[in-house]
Structure formats: structure tokens, C-alpha cells
């Protein structure tokens, strides 16, 4: 959202200060700060409706009493949410100061008191005492008077030190808040600017920027599309955590003007927000991040997902949670099956999709109709049903608000018309439940409106901006010695290596693993409890690996990612986008490495060119590192195959033993004696063959991977850190006085060892090259290579046939 014009802030600004002039009463300052006073001049009469739309949102239907349903300034103290607002400290000061001057008072005022309550005296000595009372009365006086002056003094002192360090903790916070004036703008409730402040976000992202002030101040529906680990999270929970401070706020107001209890009437026990996530990973980091702000305010964020024990999701539903965040398959189990707070939903005021389209593609579809059917209307009221509902008497009045409806995706296309259908209604009708439909078809049953504001950040290429793309060509048994290239000499920050085929990924954890490097995996396969183990292991390792299939391609948000290999390409460019996604987060930059064989040749060419891209760059080899690296992979390689056949052996051993047990055979071994010890001979040369693949293995891995020879030639800064070309440097002149001294032409060869490992990014920007991607030409390539290895096929079986008639024709000669 654009920052407002100077006039429209002008405006805005005056019209706070009118709102918080009763506060400003109050903060007398003794020095003028202009960030102060912008600070307290944030307008937060958000809600008012804007009547240069057409279609205004009003917040409660029915009693106009609560109509725009946000907060003004004045009725928010910052200072009661435990926001020391620097003009509050000055609130205390003044305080200090009345009650000075009221004991300075009080000190006068007893005084004179004290004297009048004198008995009077005798009438001769009258006059002689009196002139001696009144000399008293006036020494007293002057001497309390003194005491006092002595004590207003000090207080002074210590008045105008504690003024002094006020002032000075007032200046750092206001440095402190100075640095989050970015999201001012959005004008969010002070409890969630502290957690922003906790956070350390220091401005709002543009998809943030944008939609939180049409969905929290206009409340709008949103259809949101911005790049992977743009802050999409926020750019919905935000509103909803807004709207329900606002609520909450607006109701005890309400409520103790008409000097009732307010806290019998908060809305609490009700579900407010649904949140629809494709996988449980992603639910459980939706819920995590929505927690770090939900600590602040009260709000209860609940996960349900599939693989979650039934005894601790109904322990978690117990507390009646106001959001909850779920994956499509198992929120329909419990909604199907009657649970309570989950059908409970008249006073649902958002519902939300997150990465919609992946939902759509996992075949979810049928899931999320079932429970967007389950949603009460939205334009409808509810009253009938909220006024059984326990501990929220007025839950109907605030639950009559319209309820928002939040989609959101990294890779989200829309028809042309989207909009005009929403507005006919057309979409109702339609049965079509193929991708792209299928999420406008969701978004309009699920209550979307036609003023829905749709926010599509994406652009041309929808890749990060801040990713580095690159690829390394290879044959397609070789993308594993490439792998532990870039793992062994580029091995810095964190590494998520991506795989199509659950196979795939078995085979080159194994050898990683094998080569001493430290992976965790991740796949569908796996047990909810592993996954998350696995996630955690790679999340607390700094430089962590993690092999995995596509189910870790979306959403997942793990910082510190600096690099994404695509070993085999996915089956789709949204897949490529989100996988890729993983790095280059928020503000932070990032590289992608994709592996490619003759036959993804083609695929990453018109991948490329969906994404705008004519040009993509080379990642950087050091080829003196590869005869190093084919040894380790060819020794791991055969050490993989014998283990392999071994574990294989011993379970279908097993496999048979079992199967015999269940079914109470013996199995008898039918083996000769010398067949036994031929077989027993053949595992002994086995196992010690594998012994001293392994000890060589071993005994290159105890060294760090060295160049084979270093090329003068060619000295390249790919993978060369300052510290090494300075040695190098360093050697080649040494080398070169020793030449001299020596008079000696034989050159002297230079080993590299131990090289420092730099990141694939670094590398990349030092020594990448661009390469032209031609789709056309490449696409031609492949054809001609395929029709040549089909000529050569045909041109062989001729050949075989024809030797087989003369074979069959000489036969029958014979
Ligand atoms: N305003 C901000 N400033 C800095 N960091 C932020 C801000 N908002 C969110 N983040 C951080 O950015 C990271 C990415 O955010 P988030 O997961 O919401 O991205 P996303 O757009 O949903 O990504 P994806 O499409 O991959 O799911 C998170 O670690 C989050 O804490």
C-alpha cells in the first residue's frame, strides 16, 4: 500500500489530536519530541467507513450501537498493556509534583491550626504572651516553613534527576519505537505492536502492507499471492488478531458505561477463526508463528492435525481455542464426527485458506467443500444459535459481523473474471472441480465477496527476489557426486536437498550418510512424530542438511536455509517456485541449484521460460576437486550395494521366518553341506571386501578433500576463500624468489588442503556465468538425440533379425 499523501496525513493527524485531547491534557511534556507526538497521533478511528467505497463493511448487523466496531485512541491506553508510552511517565511526574504542593498545603494549613488551638492565657500576661506566642507562632512558622522549603528543595533535587533519567529513558524509547514507525500506517492495536517490537519486525512486508489494512480496517475478504517467505502469515493473522482486540475492547466499553461486568461478556469459548493449511508441518508452523502474538492478547491458537493423539486433541479442544489452525483431512474427521466446539461455528468471523492451490492439487477438494458447507451463512445473523451458547450472552450481538474470508498462496492464478463471476454468482453452479476452478469455486462457497480485495504480488519470474538460480549439468548417474560437491566445498548454512521419488531419496541419504555426512530426511511416508523430529534436527543444526520429497516444498519456514538443490526437477514450475522458496526469506538472500541430466533438459528449459528467465547461470566447479570426489563416491557407492543386498537378505530372511511362525511351519533347511559353506565362504569374502571398501573410504574421509592438482592456469575464485587466495598468493611468490635464489626451472607443485568452505551463494555470484536458455533449440537437441537413439535401436534389431534369418535359413539348409 502506497504511504498516504501529506494532505490525507495532515488530515488524519488532526483529527487524532482532537480524539486524544483529553490524553494530551493529561501529558504535559517537558520537551517536545515530533516522534512522540506522532507516535500519539496515530489515528485509530481505523474503522470509520470510507465512503469512497462502494461497498462499506459494517462490523455488527442489527444494533447500530456498535456499527464500525474499532477502537478510537482515546479509548485505548497504551500504558494499560504494559507499553510504557513515553508521555506516560511524565503523567507520573506531574503526579509527584501535585502531591508536593498538596503537603506543602497541608504543612501550612497545620500549622496555622496548630497555633489557633493554643489556650488562651491570662489577661496581665496576656499581652507579653502574646507578643511571645506570636513570636513562637512566627518562629514555627518560618521554621516549618524552612522544613518545608528544605524538603521542596531536595524534592526538587530529586525531582528534576528523576526528570532527567525520564527524559532520558523517554528518548530511548522513543529511538526504540522510532525504529517501528514503518507500521504505523497500519494502525494495529498496541499489544500487537509490542509483539512486533518483541519480534523485531521492523516494517511490514509489502503483502502485509497491503492487506492488512483491507482486511482489518475495511473488512474485506482477501485473495492473497505473494512470493514464498513474504510474510503471508501475518498479512492474515494480524487482521484477525485486530479485529479481535477491537471486539473484545469495544465490548467491555460497551458494557461498562452501562455498568455491567464486562468480563462475563467477553466472547471468550467461541471458535473465531479457521485455519486451513495442506500439511501438518505447515499447520503447526502457522500455529507457532500465530503464537508469538496470541501470548500478548489472550488468545488461545490450537493445531489439529492427522498423526495428533486423540487424548491431547481433545485436551487442546477442551480449552475452546478462538482459533484454530488444521489440516482439511482431519478437521473434517472431527467436524463430521459432531465435536463440539468445532460445529459450534455462529460466531466463526474468519476463515481462511492457506496455500489453497496445494490443497486443491493433494485432492482435498472434496474435504474442504464438505466443511466450507458447514459454515453458517455469511450474510445471514445467527442469533438463534448463539444464545444457547454458554459464557458469551452477547456473542450474538458481536458475532453478527459478516465473516472474512482469507485465501491466500504463493503461486495463485485467477481467471480474468473472476470478480464479475463472484458478483453473478456464477461459480455456485458449477461441479467443475479441476485446479485452477476449483479454488475460485472454494473461495466463492466459502462466502467470498465480490468487493474482495485481491492482492497478487507475484511477479513475472514469481521467484524470490532475492534467489540466486543456477544449475550444474550432469549425467544422471553422476547428480550424486555432484551432490557431494556442493555439500563437502560449499557446505555453509543450511541445505535442503529436494527429491520427486521416495526412492531417490533413500538412495542418496544412504550415501551421505556413508560419506560422513550428517542428513536428516523427510517424506511422506514417515510417521507424523519423525517428520517433526526430523524438521527439529535440521532446524538446530547450522549448517543442517535435509533430504526430502515435495512434502517439505510449501510453507515450510525454517530460517537460515541458504541453499536449495533440486536433485530431480518437479513435476510442476508451482513446485519449483515453492521448493525453491525455501531460501531467500523474508529479507534474506539465498541459492538454488538445480541438477540436470540430458533428459530434464528440455523440462528446465521451458521451466526457465515460464518464469520469464532467458538466462540462467552456471554454478562454479572446481574440476582439480572431482577425482578426489568420484573416488569417496565410487567406494560409497559399492559399500551402499553391499549393505543394501545384505539388509535385503536379512529381510526376507526374517520375512520367511515370520510368515512360518504366524503360520506354525518349520522351515527346514534344505541347503548340502557344501552348498552351506560356499554360502558362508561367499558372505565371509563379502563382508571383508566391505571391511576394506570401508577402511579406504575411511582413510580419505580422516583428510580434508583436496584439488588433485593446482592449476596455474586456471586459478579461479570459485570455492576460494580471501584467506586461500591470499596463501596462494602468498606461495606463488615465495615460489617464485625461490625459483630465483635457486635458478631453478622446475615448477613446484602447490596442494591445496583444508579448503575453507564458502556458501554456494557466494560462489555462485563470484564465479557463476550465465547460460542462454534456449527452449526451442534445446527441445530440438533432445528430439535429435532421441531420434538417433531410435534410428540406432531400429538399425539394430534389423541387423538381429536379419542374422536371425540367415541363422534359421542356413538350418534349414542343412
Ligand atoms: N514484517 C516482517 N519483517 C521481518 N520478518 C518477517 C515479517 N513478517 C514475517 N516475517 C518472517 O518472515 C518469515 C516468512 O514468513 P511466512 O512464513 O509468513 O512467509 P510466507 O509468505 O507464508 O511463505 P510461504 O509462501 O513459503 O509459506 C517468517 O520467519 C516470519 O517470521
Known sequence: MATPSPPQRQQEEKQSVSLSKKKNQKRKRTKHDPELERLDSLPWNSSLPNEEEDDTFSLFIGS????????????IDESDYGLDVPGAKKKISNKNSKLKKQKLEEVTEGSCEDAEAEPE??????????????????????KKAKAVQQEDESATVIDSKDDEKEQMLYEDEAEAYAEFYAWNELRLHPLLMKSISRLGFKEPTPIQRTCIPAAAHQGKDVIGAAETGSGKTLAFGLPIFQRLLEEREKAANMLEEKGEEA?????????RALLITPTRELTLQVTDHLKEFAKDINVRVVPIVGGMSAEKQERLLKTRPEVIVGTPGRLWELMSGGEKHLVELHSLSFFVLDEADRMVEAGHFRELQSIIEMLPMTSGTTDGQSQNT??????????????????????????????????????????????????????????????????????ASILAKNLEESFIECREEDKDVYLYYILSI?????????????????????ILRILGVNVSTLHAQMQQRARLKAIDRFRANEHGILVATDVAARGLDIPGVRTVVHYQLPHSAEVYVHRSGRTARASSDGCSIALISPNDSAKFASLCKSFAKESIKHFPLESSYMPEVMKRLSLARQIDKISRKDSQERANKSWLERSAESLELVVENYDSEEERVKNFKQKKASSNHLKKLQQELNGLLSRPL????????????????????????????????????LGENKRRKMVVIGQDCVEPLQALRS???????????????RRNAESLRRKRKEEKKRLRDQRRKQKKQSQGRE
Open 390 to 459: 454458554q459464557n458469551c450472552v452477547t456473542v450474538s450481538s458481536l458475532s453478527r459481523k459478516k465473516r472474512q474470508t482469507f485465501v491466500f498462496s504463493a503461486t495463485l492464478a485467477l481467471s480474468a473474471d473472476f470478480r464479475k463471476k463472484l458478483k453473478r454468482g456464477s461459480l455456485k453452479s458449477k461441479q467443475s472441480t479441476d485446479g485452477l476452478n476449483s479454488i475460485e469455486i472454494l473461495s466463492e462457497r466459502a462466502g467470498m465477496k465480490p468487493n474482495a480485495a485481491i492482492v497478487d504480488l507475484t511477479n
Open 490 to 510: 560449499h557446505g555453509e548454512g543450511r541445505t535442503i536437498v529436494f527429491c520427486t521419488s521416495i526412492a531417490a531419496l533413500r538412495h542418496i541419504s544412504s
Open 64 to 75: 447500530g450501537e456498535l456499527d464500525g466496531g474499532f477502537l478510537s485512541l482515546e479509548e
Open 767 to 781: 564465479a557463476g556465468h550465465e547460460v542462454h536458455m534456449d527452449v526451442k533449440e534445446r527441445v530440438e537437441k
Open 263 to 271: 468480563g462475563k461478556y467477553a466472547p471468550k469459548g467461541v471458535l
Open 121 to 142: 492565657p491570662a489577661e496581665g500576661m496576656a499581652e507579653e504572651k502574646n507578643v511571645k506566642a506570636k513570636k513562637k507562632k512566627k518562629n514555627s512558622k518560618k
Open 706 to 741: 583436496r584439488p588433485k592438482t593446482f592449476s596455474h592456469r586456471y586459478p579461479t575464485a570459485a570455492g576460494v576463500t580471501h584467506l586461500i587466495q591470499h596463501q596462494f598468493e602468498e606461495l606463488a611468490k615465495q615460489n617464485g624468489d625461490d625459483n630465483l635464489v
